[in-house]
Nanobody, 124 residues
């Protein structure tokens, strides 16, 4: 069992930066693939970024070059550094964890554990 808690959301001006954190409790954090997803107003939940247990990194095309995912296994924490934020990045951001899933990385259905979400609002 893994519990996930996101933090770091808030209100920022377009062009600004935020860093989200996802703190995990439970055992063997280093064995889990970790992902970030977001859901904007009136939109479906979408994949943002992920980092596997082995350190392989994925970013959605819409955030590539602006967002960077990372993890610190010693702190049981995953991060999402968000730079050059745009109004269309406004959403609730969720972190998620999966263990030994065969689903594709961007597929939300492959993740077993989810945080409660943190709101990111980008003001134009």
């Amino acid at each position: 069992q893994v519990q996930l808690v996101e933090s770091g959301g808030g209100l920022v001006q377009a062009g600004g930066s935020l860093r989200l954190s996802c703190a995990a409790s439970g055992r063997a954090f280093s064995n889990y693939d970790m992902g970030w997803f977001r859901q904007g107003p009136g939109k479906e939940r979408e994949f943002v970024a992920a980092i596997t247990w082995s350190g392989t990194i994925y970013h959605a095309g819409s955030v590539k070059g602006r967002f960077t995912v990372s993890r610190d296994n010693a702190k049981n924490t995953m991060y999402l550094q968000m730079n050059s934020l745009k109004p269309e990045d406004t959403a609730v951001y969720y972190c998620a964890a999966r263990y030994q899933s065969l689903a594709q990385i961007p597929a939300a259905s492959g993740y077993d554990y989810w945080g409660q979400g943190t709101q990111v609002t980008v003001d134009s």
